[in-house]
């Protein structure tokens, strides 16, 4: 279980994380959802021990986060973390030495199902393939949580349905994914969970089988979590058609 | 061997690149360190003598300067390698955020001093094997100094390292 507890973190004077309490059951399908801005990054790389924070606490299974443990977490980021010289093979084979849990089985079959070259250095791929092995080393490194932020960055829409397809099926019962996603629609059909957050706060956490009980729809839940005004859009457009075009129009009406 | 060395380096490094640097290395501080002795010695040595066209006359008050003089300015090129070594372990760890964010799964993995092994080795490696060589190289001008000055006019064959490291003549 990943229990964080009132943890705050500021970035000079700016509050990103603002008493977030947030408990993590093994097994869980997170979707992680919020504006740019709002904290999803910055409490992913709490979680991992990558940035300091000023108050609270995370335990990971009853005990903080320390080189002990932090194998049982494993991170996939569109900023990508794979070694840009070295090649898939060499990266598993990498993985395998420092990675107890290593899924060498899950590793290869998921490269040979995206059809990613086995021995070319990962530099040398396109985009959409650098995320595709990002999310498989973060799939197969034999974390218990897997901690996913906007991975799919740049994939095509076929793309990312097939990785939803290939998560779901391979994902043992006790692995945990958290997923920061702006796809919200997307993603919405396999996530056992949505947690929101704005400004640093989580403002909404429901579990999505909820959700369709209550026949509302994780996007009209989120919108509604987040205040959003459909008339905005149209409102902003009418005033910017009120608006006189140039200074002769302006001086005209006057 | 190529295999062993992967492991001391940043992953993906071209080790044949890396070693065929410190070899470079090495032989520059090297080559330098003999050439600036050289020309030292013999401009000394030469002092020694009146030189007459035909032959040469060892002058009656000749004195060699100390070897710590003569050897000044040997092992600059060796003090600037240990800057440059000392750059490469920089670039070593700043690779790690070349391209990607590769520092991520360093920070993952359960032994902390990975990191540090793959940035620090070679690195360090190379600075002692190139204080180990200048040392020998020290120690085998001083032999020279002593074989080939004439009796009577040897300097002091001390090794006054604050003095060779001195740019003051």
Redesign the interface.
């Known amino acids: 279980m990943l229990e964080i507890t009132r943890l705050t973190k500021f970035y000079g004077a700016k509050k990103a994380l603002d008493n977030v309490n947030l408990t993590i059951q093994p097994g869980e399908l997170i979707g992680l959802f919020g504006e740019n801005g709002a904290g999803k990054t910055t409490l992913m790389k709490s979680v991992l021990g990558f940035l300091h924070y000023e108050g609270g606490t995370i335990l990971l299974d009853g005990e903080p986060v320390t080189r002990k443990n932090i194998g049982k977490l494993s991170f996939a980021t569109s900023e990508h973390s794979f070694f840009p010289n070295l090649s898939p093979e060499a990266h598993g084979e990498f993985y395998g030495e420092h990675f107890q849990a290593f899924r060498e089985k899950r590793f290869h079959g998921l490269l040979d199902f995206f059809q990613l070259p086995k021995n070319k250095p990962v530099r040398s791929f396109s985009m959409g393939q650098k995320n595709q092995f990002e999310v498989i080393m973060s799939l197969c490194q034999g974390a218990d949580y897997i901690l996913m932020d906007e991975p799919f960055a740049g994939n095509d829409i076929f793309n990312r349905e097939d990785f939803y397809k290939v998560l779901l099926g391979i994902l043992e019962p006790t692995e945990t994914v958290i997923l920061a996603t702006h796809l919200i629609e997307e993603v919405s059909g396999f996530l056992s969970r949505a947690v929101l957050i704005h400004e640093g706060r989580i403002v909404g956490d429901v579990r999505t089988a909820d959700l369709d009980e209550q026949g509302v729809s994780l996007m009209d839940y989120v919108k509604q979590s987040y205040h959003y005004r459909a008339d905005r859009v149209s409102r902003a457009l009418d005033d910017f058609a009120g608006e006189p075009e140039t200074p002769d129009d302006t001086e005209e009406t006057s | 061997m190529d295999k062993r060395l992967l492991r001391y380096l ?4 071209d080790t044949k690149a890396a070693m065929k640097n410190v070899i470079i290395w090495l032989s520059f501080a090297s080559a330098c360190n003999i050439f600036v002795f050289a020309y030292r010695y013999y401009h000394a040595w030469e002092d020694l003598y009146l030189n007459q066209i035909y032959r040469w006359v060892l002058r009656p008050d000749a004195q060699m300067p100390d070897f710590s003089a003569v050897s000044q300015g040997t092992l600059l090129t060796y003090l600037t390698s240990l800057l440059l070594l000392a750059g490469t372990a920089l670039d070593n760890y700043r690779s790690f955020h ?8 360093m ?6 001093k ?1 990191l540090h092994i793959r940035c620090l080795t070679v690195p360090l490696c190379a600075a002692t094997l190139m204080t180990a060589l200048m040392i020998a190289l020290l120690f085998i001008e001083r032999a020279v100094y002593i074989a080939f000055t004439p009796t009577g006019c040897l300097g002091d064959t001390s090794i006054d390292l604050f003095r060779i490291l001195s740019m003051r003549g």
């Open positions: 940043p992953p993906g490094t070349r391209e990607s964010v590769s520092s991520y799964v920070r993952r993995i359960p032994d902390a990975e």
